[in-house]
């Protein structure tokens, strides 16, 4: 695993796989509209460890919001691990940006 700097999206509605290195899944759920409720990626710092962000827009409490801009993902606020790598960065516009 080696670090990564950008994320590229895949939606979907059901996955069977882990995030592949440097994509981002958009999980939605497919309400009649098409609603994001989570993202899945792997940790930036090449840790291995899948993180699991449930987004504005789905069915729990969450302090994150996603944004796409030309096919790209923003989430804010800031991720922050507080266990194992401790990383801690910002993603925007699919690039990471390290605290
Ligand atoms: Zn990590």
Known sequence: MSRIDRYTI?????RDTTAPEGVMFILDI??????????AFLCPCGCGIEIYLPVD???VETK????L????????????MRG???SH???????VRWC
């Open 10 to 14: 895949q939606r979907c509605v059901l």
């Open 30 to 39: 497919d309400d009649g509209a098409i609603i994001p409720q989570a993202v």
């Open 57 to 59: 827009g789905s069915n």
């Open 64 to 67: 994150w919001s996603l944004s």
């Open 69 to 80: 801009n030309d096919g790209t993902p923003t989430i804010t606020p800031s991720v922050a």
């Open 84 to 86: 194992g790598c401790m």
């Open 89 to 95: 960065y910002f993603i925007t516009r699919g690039e």
